[in-house]
């Protein structure tokens, strides 16, 4: 059973390298090309929450990711970058990554040792480029030490920097939730009847397209939202085939109670509201995923209030309190007294 990286005492364990959890498919990550080993973790994981990475020197990833959120953007609907403005979508969390093939609500990115590019680079999150980001690391006192441990030389490039930054994303690992613990029949945990009848639910009604075990299928669909303020189309911004259009990346469901607010433009604040729209709040159109249409005619996820409280019931052991607090993802401590 996958366990998260700490000791009985609180502790951080031994660097154990990456460890699939009992239960999940194979990865699709390329390891051959990037094996994760504890210099690149440590250095990705600085890097992760070095601010240089933005143009005025104060925007991190970890800004946007923040652990106790699953890596998400805590009470945002959408991110807030560089001198406090606004991007057009909620951040998804950081989790499981080794997993996907595409990244982002839109899947625009189809490499993770990729995915940094778009942070750093867009005019609301960090507003640099990647040249001067390298520059500022090189000028650094402590990285080109930290990349020779990790890489076996001082060379600061960009391949080895995106690497080390998706070392330390590869590691965050969510699978030690009460539903993994049921699932791989772990001693003392069970569904209680109200978390069965949910469970039971959810497999008829739900699971098409939050597949188990990552509770995503990692596909793209038009779930009903009514198109927000500023006409974002997701999936057709990125292949320009009408049928995109209004798509969006399916998300785990995974830490769920740590991920708030829900959807791409972060508009529904509860999981009731969540739940409410797909019982009665779903917009038809002409790209609707199927899944919603009912053969009476009507459009959206039938239940009945007994349903909708055993579905909670259930979605709850979705949550993986593990994750969001091991100390091998905890910020580190930065030295901020370089700030050229």
Known sequence: MFTACHSEEGEPAPFRGFVQPD???ETSYDFSRNEVTQEGFELGKKLFFEPRLSRNNIIS????HIQTAAFTHHGHDVSHGIDDQLGIRNPMPIMNMA???EFFWDGGVFDLDLAAINAITSPVEMDENVPNVLRKLREHPEYPALFKKAFGSEEITDARFFKALSQYMLMAVSGNA???KIRGKEAGHSFNEEELAGYQFFQNNCSS???EPLLTDKTYRNNGLTPN???DQGRFDVTLNKDDRYKFKVPSLRNWQYTGPYMHDGRFLTLDRVIEHYRNGMLDSETLDPVFRNEDG???VKMTEEE???LIAFLKTLNDSDFVSDPLLAEPIINSSYTK
């Open 23 to 25: 239960g999940f498919p």
């Open 61 to 64: 990833c970890g800004s946007c």
């Open 209 to 211: 397209c939050h597949a």
């Open 308 to 310: 909708k409280e055993n």
């Open 229 to 231: 303020h500023v006409d």
């Open 99 to 101: 997993w996907n093939e």
């Open 298 to 300: 009507t459009i959206g």
């Open 178 to 180: 009460e539903y993994d």
